[in-house]
């Protein structure tokens, strides 16, 4: 072989274990991506059934119930314009309250409940997710649209 075929074969060898390895990693980077849905998306259908994705927003007051002496519990997240049942098994987290901020993320089923996976509790009486806080001033800029026409 000629220096400059081997060159060529390098070269284009080179090219293609990049290639190959900028398909994998972007691969993994996509199976790995969660979205963020808020309860109106997903009532306007937007959010994939079956997938994993996080929603986010508020507990419903008075929409907390446990179910017998099971982990398993049952509450609605509001965006205040629309309200997602959530179906969750397992310890909810100390800071997990009716009124409170919240973001879960699991599956949406054909019957339109969310059955969670995890379930995170804000931290602070400060803080919210900047998706959860964006998908509440979407929803109340909305309701007050609606209102005034």
């Known amino acids: 072989m000629k220096p400059r075929h081997k060159k060529i074969a390098i070269i284009a060898s080179s090219v293609t274990a990049l290639t190959v390895a900028a398909i994998l990693v972007l691969n993994v980077f996509q199976s790995n991506l969660v979205f ?23 507990v419903e007051e008075g929409s907390l119930t446990r179910q017998g002496s099971s982990t398993t519990v049952s509450f609605a997240v ?9 179906v969750y098994t397992g310890i909810l987290p100390d800071l997990f309250k009716e009124g409170k901020g919240v973001v879960a993320q699991g599956k949406i089923a054909d019957d339109g409940i969310f059955y969670a996976d995890e379930v995170l509790a804000k931290h ?25 026409q």
């Open 36 to 58: 963020f849905f808020s309860p109106s998306q997903i009532a306007a259908n937007e959010a994939p059934i079956g997938k994993s994705f996080r929603i986010g927003g508020i």
């Open 78 to 86: 509001t965006d205040t314009a629309e309200a997602i049942q959530v």
């Open 124 to 148: 602070d009486e400060n803080y919210m997710p900047p998706e959860a806080a964006s998908a509440l001033e979407q929803a109340a800029k909305a309701q007050k649209t609606s209102l005034t």
